[in-house]
T-cell receptor, first 118, second 112 residues
Framework: DTAVSQTPKYLVTQMGNDKSIKCEQN?????MYWYKQDSKKFLKIMFSYNNKELIINETVPNRFSPKSPDKAHLNLHINSLELGDSAVYFCASSQEMGLAGASSYEQYFGPGTRLTVT | KNQVEQSPQSLIILEGKNCTLQCNYTVSPFSNLRWYKQDTGRGPVSLTI?????NTKSNGRYTATLDADTKQSSLHITASQLSDSASYICVVSGAAGNKLTFGGGTRVLVKP
């Protein structure tokens, strides 16, 4: 069984479009995350949710809006896509989040969504 | 500024040989340090998590060390296998309010 799944795996779209990436985890975790991995392979956290509540919101343009309908799902909607949004986006989950965003629990990552904006 | 630096950026080793990857960090205060393995086209997979009080932790042929005083960690791969070819990412978690800080990774290629 897949622990953390993302759809789609690949997404090619034109500038200005709006797109969504979905993420689901079946691990029973309380906390979910979105990360962006750029061409240099650096992973940067974008958002994290704990029990459907936004905990971490890094300096991410307002065009990015996460939505958590329940604690097993964390979707990422992106408006007005730009060339610089091209990257691999990873969803992750962990059992629990500690104080103010710090977590000692192992994070499980999804397979990633490669977004290409043309 | 919290930073995690890894070295080397990449390395090539022969199958069966050992290698050691380095991670230096400036994250403070410190909560824990993790090593992840990321295969091409896949998400990172956790290898080890070490807290302040732990000096070494093993996961099969992977052994991580931590020196919290010098803010250094290493990941040692013993008797490398072709499947060890991947990027290895060092991640440091700060305490109370600090997020995870990721290193740029070391790309390891194991050749037969």
């Amino acid at each position: 069984d897949t622990a953390v799944s993302q759809t789609p795996k690949y997404l090619v779209t034109q500038m200005g479009n709006d797109k969504s990436i979905k993420c689901e985890q079946n691990l029973g975790h309380d906390t979910m995350y979105w990360y962006k991995q750029d061409s240099k392979k650096f992973l940067k956290i974008m958002f994290s949710y704990n029990n459907k509540e936004l905990i971490i919101n890094e300096t991410v343009p307002n065009r990015f809006s996460p939505k958590s309908p329940d604690k097993a799902h964390l979707n990422l909607h992106i408006n007005s896509l730009e060339l610089g949004d091209s990257a691999v986006y990873f969803c992750a989950s962990s059992q629990e989040m500690g104080l103010a965003g710090a977590s000692s629990y192992e994070q499980y990552f999804g397979p990633g969504t490669r977004l290409t904006v043309t | 500024k919290n930073q995690v630096e890894q070295s080397p950026q990449s390395l090539i080793i022969l199958e069966g040989k050992n290698c050691t990857l380095q991670c230096n960090y400036t994250v403070s205060p410190f909560s824990n340090l993790r090593w992840y393995k990321q295969d091409t086209g896949r998400g990172p997979v956790s290898l080890t998590i070490m807290t302040f009080s732990e000096n070494t932790k093993s996961n099969g042929r992977y052994t991580a060390t931590l020196d919290a005083d010098t803010k250094q960690s290493s990941l040692h791969i013993t008797a490398s296998q072709l499947s060890d070819s991947a990027s290895y990412i060092c991640v440091v978690s700060g305490a109370a309010g600090n997020k995870l800080t990721f290193g740029g990774g070391t790309r390891v290629l194991v050749k037969p």
